[in-house]
């Protein structure tokens, strides 16, 4: 059975085996699922219609690695590499270093007719080929418009182990827009991978900022979390 989680939670990233044993989860994706905000307008005659807005939510990642000084990271590459290079800032890329983290790509939209059941971008993570020097990887998201989390009508973070297409379990769920202390903000610390002892395990830190945008994120995630 998935766990609902709270923020501040933390987990073991074990699984039962089928013999009845417990292993340890090394393959696995972190994906979220959105909507489309409707808003009912009124027609030019007389009357309303329910017009659809695209909502543009865009899920990061940063790996710090132990020095602290370093780390590699996991964001659209739709972001201006010029733009990003100003604050220096790398431009956005859908593989980790390693390879062991994968982004599906940039989703523009949300689901524009109501929920699909599907996540609208997709982190695939193989901690068994994290480079050894990485100890600490955060997930963030962040709405490039101006919505906050609390007019989106939907939008659900889970933890599952299968691939961008295939759901085979579902570990663990997060819903980010059911907390009222969510309105006004469009950035969110999901959580974060950390190693202890030589196991991984998981914190959702599920902390809403004031940051206008990913970069303003990333930074505070150097600064205040790593």
């Known amino acids: 059975m ?25 393959k696995f994706c972190v994906g979220v699922n959105w909507g489309a905000i409707e808003k009912e307008q009124k027609k030019f005659f007389g009357g309303t219609k ?23 990271h996991l964001y659209s590459p739709e972001y201006n ?16 270093r390693d390879g062991a983290l994968r982004h599906s790509g940039d989703d523009l939209t949300g689901d524009l007719d109501g929920d699909d059941g599907l996540d609208n971008e997709i982190i695939s993570i193989d901690l068994t080929r ?32 299968g691939t961008p297409t295939r759901v085979d379990n579902v570990v663990a769920n997060y819903d980010i827009v059911s907390d009222p202390s969510y309105s006004g903000h469009r950035a969110m610390v999901l959580g974060k991978l950390y190693r202890k002892n030589g196991t991984w395990k998981f914190n959702a830190i599920g902390d809403v900022t004031q940051d206008q945008n990913f970069a303003a994120t990333l930074m505070n995630i150097a600064k205040n979390y790593a």
Do not use: W
């Open 2 to 26: 998935a766990i609902n989680l709270q923020k501040g939670q933390r987990i073991d990233l074990t699984k039962k085996t089928a013999s009845g044993g417990v292993a340890d989860l090394t």
């Open 50 to 72: 329910i017009v659809k807005h695209a909502v543009d939510l865009d899920l990061s990642c940063i790996m710090m690695f132990q020095d602290k000084q370093k780390y590699d």
């Open 81 to 96: 590499p010029s733009a990003l290079a100003q604050i220096g800032l790398p431009p956005g890329k859908l593989v980790s």
């Open 130 to 161: 994290v480079d050894p020097n990485i100890d600490q990887i955060f997930f963030f998201i962040n709405n490039v418009g101006t919505e906050d989390f609390r007019q989106i009508p939907f939008a659900k973070i889970r933890m599952y182990e």
